[in-house]
């Protein structure tokens, strides 16, 4: 099993930006398909970014891939999401997760990813 803690959630302006961390341990960091997800207020949760374990692969969701960019260290077990432009419909809950067995799997789906954080709170304000 491997524990995640993700940081760097606070309240910000629309238009300004954010970089989300998340720490993984209690495991191999670098064979680890890493993904983020975010679950608003009254909605379901919804698939974010994701990055191979080399970092040279990374998937967006559409309402994000020209604003967050996605990124590893692995030599320090960290995976970040740095968030520009934000908009209100970025408010949510940010998670961080990894994926043991990811390769083969739809690396969008929350089912890929065996191990979550506890998530970290973004609200863009206006």
């Known amino acids: 099993q491997v524990q995640l803690v993700e940081s760097g959630g606070s309240v910000v302006q629309a238009g300004g930006s954010l970089r989300l961390s998340c720490l993984a341990s209690?495991?191999?960091?670098?064979?680890?398909?890493m993904g983020w997800f975010r679950q608003a207020p009254g909605k379901e949760r919804e698939f974010v970014a994701a990055?191979?374990?080399?970092?040279?692969?990374?998937n967006y969701a559409d309402s994000v891939k020209t604003r967050f960019t996605v990124s590893r260290d692995n030599s320090k077990n960290f995976v970040y999401l740095q968030m520009n432009s934000l908009q209100g419909a970025d408010t949510a809950v940010y998670y961080c997760?990894?994926?043991?067995?990811?390769?083969?799997?739809?690396?969008?789906?929350?089912?890929?990813?065996?191990?979550w954080g506890q998530g970290t709170q973004v609200i863009v304000s206006s």
């Open positions: 997760a990894a994926a043991q067995k990811a390769y083969g799997s739809n690396w969008r789906s929350g089912a890929t990813y065996g191990d």
């Open positions: 209690g495991g191999t960091f670098d064979r680890l398909v």
């Open positions: 990055i191979s374990w080399s970092g040279s692969v990374t």
